[in-house]
């Protein structure tokens, strides 16, 4: 128990910028929910994480070349890319279906496969080989679906973007209406699909050699070459977990809107955003220090600002620039702890 | 017991090693050979080969030509991790450690415990726990992030995970220039232990006691050849730097001038900080020399950062020439009234830009003085760069080459022309000499000495006590954020000051 003590006192101290996180969303989404006429129900918690789901998972792919200390540029139009595939091949019987989701997120995966391994064997920064591959990407994407359609099962729309009850019912797995089932019935599906990645993928990833590489590398790169550590297979998968975690949002985008739609501005908004989701969290730029859960978090307090304009009559033409100040307002919170610098060669190391 | 083996078999053997860089020739034809169960000590000036030949040994440097035998098998190693699997492991002078990463998941990152495939946190616990223990750092919590160690105890946890990887041959390059004397100490217990175990230990050090207490056998390098092997005690001391340097060096350290009283001109009134700093008095002369001593970690360093305006909060008064300072920035200190530079502690990264040119490391505190308005003036430029260069006698190539290029020694002679450039009344110095060669200190000694001739007023933190005898007029130990003694004159000498250090005399000098 005093070892659970120190361990948990120990990760608060070490991981100040996401607790700070996790309290700002708690304490927005509270007030959120207090301000909104119908706040507090199922229904405006549905309706939310629908409208989160796809930006928190491109958060969580951003995050992973983040942590090597470097960017990548094409998770939205890899995202926007697997949404096509997606409206292309999930439909038809429940195999067809299941088919096509896992060829969807294995195209997403080969993709960032591809990103890795240009950026290790061919020597180069992320950052210009994302840019240059994720218009590739956005270019198959308008191939696929010159113009916006696609179908997607009806019944899995429905299942997905619910609650836990309707995705029982759709599916007739058991009676919705049990007794045992009910505490746990309103949670909203994508939120379970969201904390599913996370547990099932992110966590085994990072306590995994290959994950701790990754942080080793944005820490210290030449430390972790010293160190006989992995590199380049450590970055190839970074970069296919970030492909694999942009597919999950494509997939996800296409089930929701029933469709494929290779929007080009859509994708670059959402690869910016994904960006600031990733800071919001507190994972450093630099590289070595944060991870996926803070990026996840991050993502729902970007979505929950907007979500303000909804229940505050603010002029829609404002919007951007009220979000833009909020961002900056936001990410500086992270920037207090300099304040409490006492020694100002820290704030460069 | 230890009966004297020199019938250890060679368990590394070298044949015919020559590595080039970019045509310079850093080994030419080497052969060695080093015996399980033996410390062996390598020596050399800066640029004499010794890095290149354990990064070889150690498969960091590839290609190279000749043959290397392990245990009399030929082996070519092409990534530190097949030498480390293969038993060879180096604990570098720059350290690999991850600062983001905690004490355990370093200690084990190469080959963490492992459960259903998953990093066990909990064996690597105790596993760093236990590789602690044995070096005495039972003190170091393995949750903490290295981020937040001193230098020494990331040291002392390099070390761990270098024992984590079981060696058979273990190569210490200069791994105890950050030490303090009580892991020092560690260090030499567990040498003798790995020597018991059969482990040959190979040893890199600028400090000749040290060497001469702990190895049984030495080899010299010189400008990239192996000049010689022998067993401790066939060669004097005297006999060995003059195989190093190639040259008779009579006196270790500069004549200093007689004992005398100098007016202060840079005053340290109360200085507090945080509780690092608990009230400091100590002044210092134009002229003057005044050493800095104790255990590492007693609140030197952050006196010399408090001095030069890098740390907020700081209480009490500093003054100059009678005129109280507050440099709130190293920009500011270095162009106040007063001027004031500091070497600092890590040139790596405080000290350099290493992948800058020599020329722009060398103007890099003093831009606005090869200036013409905004824009640099190259000839004004190139004239500060040459006479940088030949005041300091700096062995560059071309002064446009990346810094990173020149060996230790020369590197730190870059950052002490750096700040000479800027004209400074008060010089701090940071363990000038830390991981340098017998020369380039002597050649640092001899510029302190002559500085201070010229009117400067001269700061000097070693942890190296023999330099602080050789090289000041008066020495001020601290001990848990106060200076507790100040030694004069005659009165500087180790003895006195190893007691100063541990706090334990009675005979203090008021």
Same mark, same amino acid.
């Given at each position: 128990?005093?070892?659970?003590?120190?361990?948990?006192?120990?990760?608060?101290?070490?991981?100040?910028?996401?607790?700070?996180?996790?309290?700002?969303?708690?304490?927005?989404?509270?007030?959120?929910?207090?301000?909104? &006429?119908?706040?507090?129900?199922?229904?405006?918690?549905?309706?939310?994480?629908?409208?989160? /789901?796809?930006?928190?998972?491109?958060?969580?792919?951003?995050?992973?070349?983040?942590?090597?200390?470097?960017?990548?540029?094409?998770?939205?139009?890899?995202?926007?890319?697997?949404?096509?595939?997606?409206?292309?091949?999930?439909?038809?019987?429940?195999?067809?279906?299941?088919?096509?989701?896992?060829?969807?997120?294995?195209?997403?995966?080969?993709?960032?496969?591809?990103? +890795?391994?240009?950026?290790?064997?061919?020597?180069?920064?992320?950052?210009?080989?994302?840019?240059?591959?994720?218009?590739?990407?956005?270019?198959?994407?308008?191939?696929?679906?010159?113009?916006?359609?696609?179908?997607?099962?009806?019944?899995?729309?429905?299942?997905?973007?619910?609650?836990?009850?309707?995705?029982?019912?759709?599916?007739?797995?058991?009676?919705?209406?049990?007794?045992?089932?009910?505490?746990?019935?309103?949670?909203?599906?994508?939120?379970?699909?969201?904390?599913?990645?996370?547990?099932?993928?992110?966590?085994?990833?990072?306590?995994?050699?290959?994950?701790?590489?990754?942080?080793?590398?944005?820490?210290?790169?030449?430390?972790?070459?010293?160190?006989?550590?992995?590199?380049?297979?450590?970055?190839?998968?970074?970069?296919?977990?970030?492909?694999?975690?942009?597919?999950?949002?494509?997939?996800?985008?296409?089930?929701?809107?029933?469709?494929?739609?290779?929007?080009?501005?859509?994708?670059?908004?959402?690869?910016?955003?994904?960006?600031?989701?990733?800071?919001?969290? +507190?994972?450093?730029?630099?590289?070595?220090?944060?991870? /996926?859960?803070?990026?996840?978090?991050?993502?729902?307090?970007?979505?929950?600002?907007?979500?303000?304009?909804?229940?505050?009559?603010?002029?829609?033409?404002?919007?951007?620039?009220?979000?833009?100040?909020?961002?900056?307002?936001?990410?500086?919170?992270?920037?207090?702890?300099?304040?409490?610098?006492?020694?100002?060669?820290?704030?460069?190391? | 017991?230890?009966?004297?083996?020199?019938?250890?078999?060679?368990?590394?053997?070298?044949?015919?090693?020559?590595?080039?860089?970019?045509?310079?020739?850093?080994?030419?034809?080497?052969?060695?050979?080093?015996?399980?169960?033996?410390? #062996?000590?390598?020596?050399?000036?800066?640029?004499?080969?010794?890095?290149?030949?354990?990064?070889?040994?150690?498969?960091?440097?590839?290609?190279?030509?000749?043959?290397?035998?392990?245990?009399?098998?030929?082996?070519?190693?092409?990534?530190?991790?097949?030498?480390?699997?293969?038993?060879?492991?180096?604990?570098?002078?720059?350290?690999?450690?991850?600062?983001?990463?905690?004490?355990?998941?370093?200690?084990?990152?190469?080959?963490?415990?492992?459960?259903?495939?998953?990093?066990?946190?909990?064996?690597?616990? #105790?596993?760093?726990?236990?590789?602690?223990?044995?070096?005495?750092?039972?003190?170091?919590?393995?949750?903490?992030?290295?981020?937040?160690?001193?230098?020494?105890?990331?040291?002392?946890?390099?070390?761990?995970?270098?024992?984590?990887?079981?060696?058979?041959?273990?190569?210490?390059?200069?791994?105890?220039? =950050?030490?303090?004397?009580?892991?020092?100490?560690?260090?030499?217990?567990?040498?003798?232990?790995?020597?018991?175990?059969?482990?040959?230990?190979?040893?890199?050090? #600028?400090?000749?006691?040290?060497?001469?207490?702990?190895?049984?056998?030495?080899?010299?390098?010189?400008?990239?050849?192996?000049?010689?092997?022998?067993?401790?005690?066939?060669?004097?001391?005297?006999?060995?730097?003059?195989?190093?340097?190639?040259?008779?060096?009579?006196?270790?350290?500069?004549?200093?001038?007689?004992?005398?009283?100098?007016? &202060?001109?840079?005053?340290?009134?109360?200085?507090?900080?945080?509780?690092?700093?608990?009230?400091?008095?100590?002044?210092?002369?134009?002229?003057?020399?005044?050493?800095?001593? +104790?255990?590492?970690?007693?609140?030197?360093?952050?006196?010399?950062?408090?001095?030069?305006?890098?740390?907020?909060?700081?209480?009490?008064?500093?003054?100059?020439?009678?005129?109280?300072?507050?440099?709130?920035?190293? #920009?500011?200190?270095?162009?106040?009234?007063?001027?004031?530079?500091?070497?600092?502690?890590?040139?790596?990264?405080?000290?350099?830009?290493?992948?800058?040119?020599?020329?722009?490391?060398?103007?890099?505190?003093?831009?606005?003085?090869?200036?013409?308005?905004?824009?640099?003036?190259?000839?004004?430029?190139?004239?500060?760069?040459?006479?940088?260069?030949?005041?300091?006698?700096?062995?560059?190539?071309?002064?446009?080459?990346?810094?990173?290029?020149?060996?230790?020694?020369?590197?730190?002679?870059?950052?002490?022309?750096?700040?000479?450039?800027?004209?400074?009344?008060?010089?701090?110095?940071?363990?000038?000499?830390?991981?340098?060669?017998?020369?380039?200190?002597?050649?640092?000694?001899?510029?302190?000495?002559?500085? =201070?001739?010229?009117?400067?007023?001269?700061?000097?933190?070693?942890?190296?006590?023999?330099?602080?005898?050789?090289?000041?007029?008066?020495?001020?130990?601290?001990?848990?954020?106060?200076?507790?003694?100040?030694?004069? +004159?005659?009165?500087?000498?180790?003895?006195?000051?190893?007691?100063?250090?541990?706090?334990?005399?009675?005979?203090?000098?008021?």
């Amino acid at each position: 128990m005093e070892s659970f003590k120190n361990a948990l006192a120990a990760s608060i101290r070490q991981s100040r910028a996401f607790y700070g996180a996790v309290a700002l969303l708690v304490i927005i989404y509270l007030v959120y929910n207090i301000l909104h &006429p119908h706040g507090f129900s199922s229904a405006v918690l549905v309706q939310n994480a629908n409208e989160m /789901a796809a930006i928190a998972f491109l958060a969580m792919a951003q995050t992973v070349p983040v942590l090597l200390g470097g960017l990548d540029l094409s998770v939205g139009a890899v995202m926007t890319l697997t949404s096509c595939i997606a409206s292309e091949l999930v439909h038809g019987s429940p195999a067809t279906i299941l088919f096509g989701m896992v060829m969807t997120l294995l195209s997403g995966t080969a993709f960032g496969l591809l990103n +890795g391994i240009i950026v290790v064997y061919g020597r180069l920064q992320p950052i210009i080989v994302t840019l240059a591959t994720g218009a590739i990407a956005i270019g198959l994407a308008l191939f696929i679906r010159p113009k916006p359609g696609g179908e997607i099962d009806a019944d899995l729309n429905w299942a997905v973007t619910n609650s836990l009850r309707d995705l029982v019912e759709t599916y007739h797995l058991f009676n919705p209406d049990a007794g045992w089932f009910a505490p746990v019935a309103w949670i909203p599906v994508p939120l379970l699909a969201l904390l599913a990645v996370a547990v099932l993928v992110w966590i085994p990833f990072r306590k995994s050699v290959t994950g701790r590489t990754v942080y080793a590398i944005g820490s210290a790169e030449g430390a972790a070459y010293m160190s006989g550590l992995p590199i380049n297979r450590a970055k190839i998968a970074a970069f296919a977990l970030a492909g694999f975690f942009a597919a999950c949002g494509g997939l996800y985008l296409a089930i929701q809107t029933s469709s494929g739609n290779a929007d080009v501005m859509q994708a670059g908004a959402y690869t910016l955003n994904s960006i600031a989701a990733v800071v919001l969290g +507190g994972t450093s730029l630099l590289g070595g220090i944060g991870g /996926a859960i803070a990026s996840l978090v991050g993502a729902c307090i970007l979505r929950v600002i907007s979500f303000y304009f909804r229940i505050v009559s603010i002029d829609p033409l404002l919007q951007p620039l009220i979000e833009g100040l909020v961002l900056l307002a936001a990410v500086s919170l992270g920037a207090l702890r300099t304040l409490r610098v006492k020694n100002n060669l820290d704030l460069f190391r | 017991m230890s009966d004297k083996t020199s019938a250890g078999m060679p368990i590394i053997e070298l044949r015919g090693i020559s590595k080039s860089f970019s045509g310079a020739r850093a080994l030419k034809e080497v052969d060695f050979s080093c015996r399980s169960g033996s410390t #062996h000590a390598i020596l050399g000036e800066n640029g004499a080969g010794k890095s290149t030949l354990i990064k070889i040994m150690s498969g960091v440097l590839q290609p190279y030509s000749g043959e290397m035998r392990l245990n009399g098998q030929q082996v070519r190693f092409r990534s530190p991790s097949e030498a480390a699997r293969a038993g060879i492991v180096c604990i570098f002078q720059e350290l690999s450690l991850m600062p983001d990463l905690t004490v355990a998941d370093n200690i084990s990152i190469s080959d963490p415990p492992r459960r259903f495939g998953l990093i066990d946190g909990r064996a690597q616990r #105790h596993r760093a726990e236990a590789l602690l223990a044995r070096i005495r750092c039972e003190d170091v919590n393995p949750n903490t992030l290295v981020r937040d160690l001193s230098l020494s105890r990331r040291q002392m946890v390099e070390i761990a995970k270098a024992l984590g990887m079981a060696p058979r041959v273990l190569i210490l390059d200069e791994a105890t220039s =950050a030490l303090t004397s009580r892991d020092v100490e560690t260090v030499y217990g567990l040498l003798g232990e790995l020597k018991a175990e059969n482990v040959a230990s190979l040893f890199i050090s #600028h400090r000749m006691h040290e060497v001469e207490r702990l190895c049984d056998t030495l080899s010299v390098f010189r400008n990239g050849s192996h000049v010689d092997t022998f067993m401790k005690g066939e060669r004097s001391p005297a006999e060995i730097v003059r195989m190093m340097i190639g040259r008779d060096v009579e006196a270790h350290f500069p004549q200093k001038p007689a004992p005398r009283d100098t007016a &202060p001109y840079f005053e340290i009134d109360s200085l507090t900080w945080e509780n690092r700093l608990k009230g400091i008095n100590l002044t210092v002369g134009r002229g003057e020399i005044v050493g800095l001593g +104790g255990l590492d970690g007693q609140g030197q360093k952050e006196l010399l950062l408090a001095l030069f305006g890098v740390l907020r909060g700081v209480g009490g008064e500093i003054r100059a020439a009678g005129t109280p300072i507050s440099p709130s920035s190293p #920009h500011a200190a270095k162009t106040g009234k007063t001027r004031i530079a500091l070497v600092p502690e890590d040139r790596k990264t405080e000290g350099l830009m290493l992948p800058m040119s020599i020329a722009d490391n060398l103007l890099a505190a003093s831009f606005d003085r090869v200036s013409s308005g905004p824009f640099i003036d190259s000839g004004k430029e190139k004239a500060a760069v040459e006479e940088g260069i030949r005041k300091l006698q700096i062995k560059v190539n071309k002064a446009t080459d990346a810094v990173a290029t020149l060996s230790g020694g020369n590197q730190q002679k870059v950052v002490i022309a750096k700040w000479l450039m800027t004209e400074p009344d008060v010089i701090l110095l940071n363990d000038p000499t830390r991981g340098i060669d017998v020369g380039t200190k002597q050649e640092i000694y001899k510029l302190m000495r002559e500085l =201070a001739d010229e009117g400067k007023a001269i700061l000097f933190y070693s942890t190296d006590y023999a330099e602080l005898v050789g090289c000041c007029d008066r020495v001020a130990v601290m001990y848990d954020g106060t200076i507790t003694t100040e030694l004069k +004159g005659s009165a500087i000498n180790e003895e006195a000051i190893v007691a100063a250090s541990l706090n334990i005399n009675t005979q203090s000098a008021a």
